[in-house]
């Protein structure tokens, strides 16, 4: 695919036309990572923001401890390092590739002046900063309403309807990863998903899961009880 198409492709992107698709390459940085290479860390300075064209970057925070805490996952099409776009300032957490990349990166000077020549533009990046308060607004509520089993099941739930909603899916993340994410640790996320497979709930192969009572699922991830 070409540069405009590899754009057109992306959400933040869809529906311009193409003059303004050509626009946006013209300020694009074509960059590509190798597994576990520092994006960007908290504190620095933001000069622009990325959107990953393929493999996956982890979102985190670090304690005074070191204890990491995943925010998020991008995978390809997802944007990630927009928050200091309008008002500047500096990263708010880490940026880490967790295998091989490809990242297009949008100055920030320079995205602001397409912006302001095109306030579609603008329209699209409100929505897509919109998602992500959305999806942070959730991650708090599980975090400190839903015991483990429940913010388990409610992430599984997820990928599954983000998939095709048939009940297969795959984790492409590691349980540590996984863990993190949650909130809790390996130990704990290896426990829980064995006692949801002896009590029949998913069924797992590795990194493939098969959600077997959905019903359940829902029930606890809505705050039902879980016995570990």
């Known amino acids: 695919m070409g540069m405009i198409e590899l754009v057109a492709d992306i959400p933040l992107f869809h529906g311009l036309p193409k003059e303004q698709l050509e626009e ?26 990325y959107v990953a064209v393929s493999g996956r970057v982890k979102v985190f925070k670090l304690s005074s401890e070191g204890k990491e805490q995943i925010l998020h996952f991008v995978g390809p099409g997802e944007s990630f390092g927009e928050v200091p776009m309008f008002a500047g300032g500096r990263f708010p957490a880490h940026a880490e590739t967790i ?17 302001k020549s095109d306030p579609s ?17 959730r991650l708090v509520e599980e975090l400190s309403l839903k015991e483990v089993p429940g913010r388990l099941a409610a992430y599984l739930l997820y990928l599954s309807d983000r998939e ?3 009940g297969e899916l795959q984790l492409n993340i590691t349980k540590g ?3 993190s994410l949650l909130g809790t640790i390996p130990e704990t996320m290896s426990r829980i998903l064995g006692k949801m497979s002896s009590q029949g709930l998913i069924n797992m192969q590795g990194r493939r899961i098969e959600i077997l009572d ?4 829902e029930e606890l991830s809505a705050g039902g009880k879980f016995i570990v």
Do not use: C, Y
């Open 24 to 49: 946006v390459v013209d300020i694009v940085v074509d960059q590509m990572f190798g597994r576990g290479q520092t994006i960007f860390s908290e504190g620095e300075e933001a000069a622009g923001f």
């Open 99 to 115: 295998e091989k990349s490809r990242l297009f990166f949008f100055p920030r000077s320079l995205f602001l002046d397409l912006i």
């Open 121 to 137: 533009l603008a329209m699209n990046m409100l929505a897509e900063l919109s998602w992500h308060l959305r999806r942070f607004t």
């Open 164 to 166: 095709d909603g048939s």
């Open 177 to 179: 990863q996984l863990a």
């Open 214 to 217: 959905r019903q359940a699922l």
